[in-house]
Structures are given as structure tokens and as C-alpha cells.
T-cell receptor, first 114, second 115 residues
Framework: QKEVEQDPGPLSVPEGAIVSLNCTYSNSAFQYFMWYRQYSRKGPELLMYTYSSGNKEDGRFTAQVDKSSKYISLFIRDSQPSDSATYLC??????????????FGKGITLSVRP | SAVISQKPSRDICQRGTSLTIQCQVDSQVTMMFWYRQQPGQSLTLIATANQGSEATYESGFVIDKFPISRPNLTFSTLTVSNMSPEDSSIYLCSLGTSVGTDTQYFGPGTRLTVL
């Protein structure tokens, strides 16, 4: 079993839809959780960052972490064509998220149709 | 956040040759990381590079294949040695920061194709 599993996709939705992206993990030591967005031929860009369990909202994006279920989600409201990208979940079990190994899911490619 | 640049952005290399990838940051950082992103696979950590000490490699990665240098707090190189087609991948450097968040930021990547 991989440490981090991510829905494989691809995912195609109409503009304005609510998108739910999910990852599950097996390592209970993970305590830093991130979502990165990666456009084609670009490096991953940090989208959301959460420490431990709970919700975090930033504009149209909401990140949820449920450590009891080992499950994290990213919700995108009012999706836009510019949201079309690959979304990667990442996690860290170290003392800090900055200076520890990140373990990634495989990523899911989202396409938002105008 | 810091600006991270990588050179080259892409390259096509012949089997058996080596390629050195450079990562430059516009501010001083203690730890830099090198990751590999193979087609259809997860981003995977190759090694952690601390300035002034030997790089620490993850399981499955060895120094002879992926030597790393970290001569100062703003620069690092990763060499992919004796390349084979299986080394075709995107190679990314990242830096960690605890300012604002507590996570890592990535460079644009080097897209390597080995023939």
C-alpha cells in the first residue's frame, strides 16, 4: 500500500462547478498537509497548507484534514477554466513541513470546461 | 516567497552521459531538496542538501548516480550520471521556509529526456 493515495482522474467539470479532490494516507505520523497546483511544464505551486486536523479557507479554495480517517480534501468553488491543472496532495511527518521530506500523491488532472 | 530558478529548463541527452542541473535561489536557505517526477508517478524525494555537509539520500537513490553539491546557501547542483532512458524525468529543486507557512516551494523543474 502506498503511503499516499490520490484519486487517479482525470476529472472534467463545467465552469462554475464545485470540485472535490481527495487523498488518503496510511502514515499516522503525517501532520503537515499541502495541496500544490501544477500547470503544464511548470513546477508545483503551493495552493493550501494545513497543520494537523481542521479546515482552512482561502478564497474559492477550502482544505480539509481529517486525521482520524487519514483523509484530506481540497474543494474548489465556482471553478474556472484557469483552474485547469494537475493537483498534488503532499504530506510531511517531520518536526517541520519546511525541512522534512514531502510525500506526494500521484496527482489528478482537472479540466474545467468553459 | 523566494524566487527559484533552474538550469537547464530542458535537455535531451544520450545514454551513458551525465547532466548537471543547477538550482539558484534569491535568498539564503538552510535546506534544499531535490525531487524527481517520473511520468505517471508521484513526485519523489531524491536527497536533502544542507550547506556544508554531505547530502542525505532517500532509499533507492545513491550518491554515485545522483551526486549533489551545495557550495553555499543560495545554490545547489544535482548531477544525473551515466544516464539511461529510465532517468527521463522532471527534476525539481525545492526549498523549505517557515516564514508564513511551514512548507516547501519548488523551482520550475528541468525536463530531461534520455535517448
Amino acid at each position: 500500500q502506498k503511503e499516499v493515495e490520490q484519486d487517479p482522474g482525470p476529472l472534467s467539470v463545467p465552469e462554475g462547478a464545485i470540485v472535490s479532490l481527495n487523498c488518503t494516507y496510511s502514515n499516522s505520523a503525517f501532520q503537515y498537509f499541502m495541496w500544490y497546483r501544477q500547470y503544464s511544464r511548470k513546477g508545483p505551486e503551493l495552493l493550501m497548507y494545513t497543520y494537523s486536523s481542521g479546515n482552512k479557507e482561502d478564497g474559492r479554495f477550502t482544505a480539509q484534514v481529517d486525521k482520524s480517517s487519514k483523509y484530506i480534501s481540497l474543494f474548489i468553488r465556482d471553478s474556472q477554466p484557469s483552474d485547469s491543472a494537475t493537483y498534488l496532495c503532499a504530506m510531511s511527518a517531520g518536526d517541520t513541513g519546511a525541512n522534512s521530506k514531502l510525500t506526494f500523491g500521484k496527482g489528478i488532472t482537472l479540466s474545467v470546461r468553459p | 516567497s523566494a524566487v527559484i530558478s533552474q538550469k537547464p529548463s530542458r535537455d535531451i541527452c544520450q545514454r551513458g552521459t551525465s547532466l548537471t542541473i543547477q538550482c539558484q535561489v534569491d535568498s539564503q536557505v538552510t535546506m534544499m531538496f531535490w525531487y524527481r517526477q517520473q511520468p505517471g508517478q508521484s513526485l519523489t524525494l531524491i536527497a536533502t542538501a544542507n550547506q556544508g555537509s554531505e547530502a542525505t539520500y532517500e532509499s533507492g537513490f545513491v550518491i554515485d548516480k545522483f551526486p549533489i553539491s551545495r557550495p553555499n546557501l543560495t545554490f545547489s547542483t544535482l548531477t544525473v550520471s551515466n544516464m539511461s532512458p529510465e532517468d527521463s524525468s522532471i527534476y525539481l529543486c525545492s526549498l523549505g521556509t517557515s516564514v508564513g507557512t511551514d512548507t516547501q516551494y519548488f523551482g520550475p523543474g528541468t525536463r530531461l529526456t534520455v535517448l
